[in-house]
Structure formats: C-alpha cells, structure tokens
C-alpha cells in the first residue's frame, strides 16, 4: 500500500474519532516529513518495505539534521521562508525527535490493526532520552510589573491582563480561558468549570480563583458589558467572539516588551508559574495534578518538578527540625 494513501485513510481516521484539530496536525506533519524523507533518501513509497533498520536512519537524519531544513512541501519554503527564522539550522531536540517518534507510533500501530502490516517497526524502538530546560519563572517584581502595563481604558489590554490573572492565580492553559463561557464563571463559589470539550485530555475539570482575582473579574466583566455583548468572558470587541491564541501571544510579547522583562516566556508561562508556586507553598503533587488536569500525577512531575537549589532552600527553612524544636 503508497504511504500516501495510508496516511490519508489514517488521517479519516483520526478524523473519525474527534481528535482535536492541534493533535491531527501534529500527526500529518510528523507523517509527511517521514514521507517525503522515505521516497528522497530512500526510495520507498508502500508501508510495507519499511523496516525497523528505515527507522533508525530517519533517526540519525532527524539528530543531524537543522531545524526547518526540511519539509514536506518544497513550496512552502518559498511562502513561509524559514532560513529567516532566529532558530533556523539549529540542533533538533529530543524532545522534537520523541513527537516525532510517538506520531510515527501510534501510525504503525494503526497499520497493524487494520492489518496492513504484519507487525510495526517501531516495536523495538525507544524514545531519545530528554533534557528538559528549566523553565523560567517570573518573579513577584515581574508579576507585578506585567499587571500593571497594559492601559485598563482600552478594551483589548484590560482583557488581556485579565486574561493572564487568571491564569496565573489557576493554572489554566490559554485556550482553556480564551474559551471560557459566563455561564462556567462562578464569582460567589470562585470556580470556573471547564467542560470536557473544551480540556486537552477530554475531561471536565473545576479550577478556582482567589477573592482578588474575582473582584478584578467582576469590575472587568462589568467594563465588557458597556462595549460587548457576548456569552465569552475574554471575547474580541468587535465580533463577540473568542480571542485567536496566536494573536494573544502576540500582544504577550508586546507586554512583556513594555514592562522590561527580558526572559524567553510565553502565555503559557503562567500556568508554569502557577504549578511552581503551589508547589513552594506546600500543595502536594497529587492536588496539583487534578487541578492542572493532567492524566496522571507522572505528567505532572515530568512538567514541572525543576525545582531549584534555591527554591529548595526556601522550602527547607519552613520544616527545619532544629528550628521546630528550639523556636516553636
């Protein structure tokens, strides 16, 4: 059977069983650079003449190869120009090459069942181990900072700081919020509901917010009514509707910029920071783990136990043997 035609009915496939759109492109972009590698270093065009010795090449190709160097589609260098991007050419983590990996996984284990294949390639091969960098972590001065940047008369800005509280005070991910509907907002319980549909992991989850956040939310809530009627807590002034995640992160930067903080962050910064902080106050990793709605409470320690010598320190000197006996 051509590659292509088995990527294809893979791709109904997932199509069929409602996977989100983000996961779907993961899967085709990670099956159609393996395609277009097969059939120009190769020569193979059918699953079937692929063999686990295939695999390890296009593993040594993924660790020697620069990033954005190759593609599925000659022609989108010629739209998208990535030789101008910052990171262009540079080394391809582990951690990419394992995404890699786990699409082309759960491909040949799909290819087995349908019984295309006898057995999958993949079998015997095994994920590159992973350094994950420590993530950084914004200061209380650097919190502050950020809040008070934007410019709370313009409606954009004051949404979008109210985004980033939000996140910040309960660990929600950015389309999680952008997302969020009036009628999952519970300002007297200090709740917000989080429908499956809406989850990465398909499981409605309630998160919680403190009484300052949801005095903040009420004034803004109050400010959107004025200019916007809509059933989005976050909406877009003019039309109503949800705030795109790439234009977010946008003016993220922007805010960033304006309020002088030099470090490499995103959005998603924020559920970091969020995570990092519980975690220095005492929560136990199993709270932490439901609350940021991880499928398992090893997702959780994998994501964000890169704690610090500092922060150990810290940590350390609320549970001093020593000073519980002598200074109690």
């Known amino acids: 059977m051509k590659m292509d035609r088995m990527i294809a009915l893979f791709m109904d496939y997932c199509q069929s069983k409602r996977l989100r759109p ?9 099956l159609r650079l393996f395609e277009a590698w097969l059939k120009d270093t190769e020569q193979i065009t059918e699953v079937e003449h692929i063999r686990e010795a295939t695999l390890r090449s296009y593993m040594l190709d993924l660790q020697s190869r620069g990033k954005y160097t190759a593609c599925a589609d000659n022609r989108t260098k010629l739209i998208n120009h990535p030789q101008n991007r910052g990171d262009y050419n540079g080394k ?10 786990r699409n082309l996984r759960v491909f040949f284990s799909w290819l087995v069942e349908i ?13 590159l181990p992973e350094e994950r960098p420590a993530k950084e972590f914004l200061t209380d001065e650097e919190v502050l900072a950020l809040m ?3 410019d709370k008369s313009r409606f954009h800005e004051y949404r979008d700081i109210m985004i980033a509280m939000v ?6 991910r950015l389309g999680e919020t952008l997302s969020m509907e009036l009628d999952e907002l519970n300002l007297t319980e ?9 989850t990465k992991g398909r499981k409605e989850r309630t998160v919680f917010f403190s009484l300052k956040t949801a005095k903040e939310l009420r004034r803004w809530l109050q400010f959107k009514d004025r200019y916007c009627d809509s059933p989005y807590v976050f909406p877009v002034r003019n039309t109503g509707r949800p705030l795109k995640v790439s234009f977010y992160e946008a003016n993220f930067r922007g805010y960033l910029e304006r309020a002088k903080i030099a470090k490499r962050i995103s959005p998603h910064t924020l ?48 549970f001093s043997p020593i000073d519980s006996i002598y200074f109690r």
Not at 115 to 127: G, L
Not at 167 to 172: A, I, K, N
Not at 276 to 303: F, N, P, Q, W
């Open 271 to 318: 559920r970091n920071n969020f995570a990092k902080r519980c975690l220095m106050s005492g929560m136990d990793i199993y709270t932490l783990s439901r609350l940021l709605g991880h499928s398992s409470v090893t997702v959780t320690e994998k994501a964000y136990l890169d704690i610090h010598d500092e922060d150990l320190r810290q940590r350390y000197s609320k």
């Open 190 to 198: 200090r709740t917000i509901r989080l429908p499956a549909d809406k």
């Open 22 to 30: 983000k996961t779907m492109q993961s899967y085709e972009q990670s």
């Open 167 to 172: 996140m910040l005070d309960s660990g929600t």
């Open 148 to 150: 008070k940047t934007p």
């Open 115 to 127: 019984e295309c294949v006898a057995k999958s390639p993949m079998r015997k091969i095994r994920s």
């Open 92 to 101: 391809i983590t582990n951690i990419t090459i394992n995404n890699y990996l």
